[in-house]
């Protein structure tokens, strides 16, 4: 039996979603090792998301199942407001899981993703957002100078190789400090990065009067969410193994892959180490590195970096997930 009316009804405006749907994914499952620091990595992503983004949006969070701390930080963040969505996983559903559920949930016309391991620079969005509606059926975004395989971006080649009203720079445009930059953290070694770069020329585009390079990255970009749900649904059957599907699907579909001539993002790693701060090193202005190299000796030769990343995956399973 229902007694009286329901006081909604009397409710006649409802909050309207942002163009843009700002969204990440945490998954810090305990604060050590490997994750000792990644807490304090993902407040300055979240801090250098409220203080430099000046274009309206909404933040949605997804958490992959972290530790409690990180998820009391988040429910704090939701409270305050500058989290407007957030979703809590029981259980971590891979990257690709994740994916399928954000790409599905974002209310905005846009979806900025981004690891929890990302800054952002003063006036990100905006950037993004002029390359992205200058340019035709844009898949993806990425806010710095990339240099990527080609075969991840043959729609993007195709289309300005035939378009004569595009016009088409190839070389080494990208100098090798901003992509060994990019590169070091990832674990790269610096002799298979230098073969890389002298290999894949990069692209550079200009089209009505808006430049950017061919190739995008799907640790960060800005992607219209039509162009996201049309490559889903995303296999879902390992952690992390699936996320070049998303590369692969966006470029399959015909859309445009691209990146920014100018530094708006940066990619912290998991750790604040070396980290300058935020003088915003757009408009072409250098970056101070970051480079942490690989140490030498036992420790760095790679069977015995193989075994001892069993050994922590052996000893994580022990931990955190027996009896789930």
């Given at each position: 039996?229902?007694?009286?009316?329901?006081?909604?009804?009397?409710?006649?405006?409802?909050?309207?979603?942002?163009?843009?749907?700002?969204?990440?994914?945490?998954?810090?499952?305990?604060?050590?090792?490997?994750?000792?620091?990644?807490?304090?990595?993902?407040?300055?992503?979240?801090?250098?998301?409220?203080?430099?983004?000046?274009?309206?949006?909404?933040?949605?969070?997804?958490?992959?199942?972290?530790?409690?701390?990180?998820?009391?930080?988040?429910?704090?963040?939701?409270?305050?407001?500058?989290?407007?969505?957030?979703?809590?996983?029981?259980?971590?559903?891979?990257?690709?899981?994740?994916?399928?559920?954000?790409?599905?949930?974002?209310?905005?016309?846009?979806?900025?993703?981004?690891?929890?391991?990302?800054?952002?620079?003063?006036?990100?969005?905006?950037?993004?957002?002029?390359?992205?509606?200058?340019?035709?059926?844009?898949?993806?975004?990425t806010g710095l100078p990339l240099l990527t395989r080609p075969e991840y971006s043959t729609a993007t080649l195709e289309w300005a190789e035939r378009s004569p009203e595009v016009q088409v720079e190839r070389g080494q445009l990208i100098p090798w400090m901003d992509f060994w930059r990019h590169t070091a953290p990832l674990g790269n070694s610096e002799a298979k990065a230098r073969a890389f770069y002298a290999e894949n020329p990069a692209v550079r585009l200009t089209y009505n009067g808006v430049r950017a390079y061919a190739g995008a990255g799907h640790f960060q970009f800005l992607a219209p969410k039509a162009a996201l749900q049309a490559a889903l649904p995303l296999p879902t059957?390992?952690?992390?193994?699936?996320?070049?599907?998303?590369?692969?699907?966006?470029?399959?579909?015909?859309?445009?892959?691209?990146?920014?001539?100018?530094?708006?993002?940066?990619?912290?790693?998991?750790?604040?180490?070396?980290?300058?701060?935020?003088?915003?090193?757009?408009?072409?202005?250098?970056?101070?590195?970051?480079?942490?190299?690989?140490?030498?000796?036992?420790?760095?030769?790679?069977?015995?970096?193989?075994?001892?990343?069993?050994?922590?995956?052996?000893?994580?399973?022990?931990?955190?997930?027996?009896?789930?």
């Amino acid at each position: 039996m229902r007694i009286g009316q329901n006081p909604a009804k009397a409710i006649y405006e409802v909050a309207q979603p942002q163009k843009v749907t700002v969204a990440l994914i945490t998954y810090i499952p305990f604060l050590g090792g490997y994750y000792a620091h990644s807490l304090d990595v993902l407040k300055v992503c979240l801090d250098s998301i409220a203080a430099n983004t000046r274009a309206p949006y909404d933040l949605l969070i997804f958490d992959n199942a972290s530790c409690p701390e990180v998820r009391a930080y988040l429910l704090a963040e939701h409270e305050t407001g500058r989290i407007r969505y957030l979703t809590l996983s029981e259980k971590n559903v891979g990257k690709a899981g994740a994916w399928n559920f954000i790409f599905g949930a974002a209310p905005g016309e846009y979806v900025a993703y981004a690891d929890s391991d990302v800054y952002f620079y003063p006036g990100w969005l905006s950037a993004l957002l002029r390359i992205a509606e200058t340019f035709p059926n844009v898949g993806m975004v990425t806010g710095l100078p990339l240099l990527t395989r080609p075969e991840y971006s043959t729609a993007t080649l195709e289309w300005a190789e035939r378009s004569p009203e595009v016009q088409v720079e190839r070389g080494q445009l990208i100098p090798w400090m901003d992509f060994w930059r990019h590169t070091a953290p990832l674990g790269n070694s610096e002799a298979k990065a230098r073969a890389f770069y002298a290999e894949n020329p990069a692209v550079r585009l200009t089209y009505n009067g808006v430049r950017a390079y061919a190739g995008a990255g799907h640790f960060q970009f800005l992607a219209p969410k039509a162009a996201l749900q049309a490559a889903l649904p995303l296999p879902t059957d390992r952690p992390m193994g699936n996320v070049r599907r998303l590369d692969v699907a966006i470029n399959a579909g015909g859309y445009l892959r691209l990146s920014t001539p100018e530094w708006w993002v940066q990619h912290l790693g998991n750790t604040l180490e070396g980290w300058e701060g935020d003088a915003a090193p757009s408009k072409g202005a250098v970056l101070q590195g970051r480079h942490i190299p690989r140490k030498g000796g036992l420790w760095g030769l790679p069977p015995v970096r193989r075994v001892l990343s069993w050994m922590h995956s052996k000893t994580f399973d022990l931990l955190y997930r027996a009896g789930k």
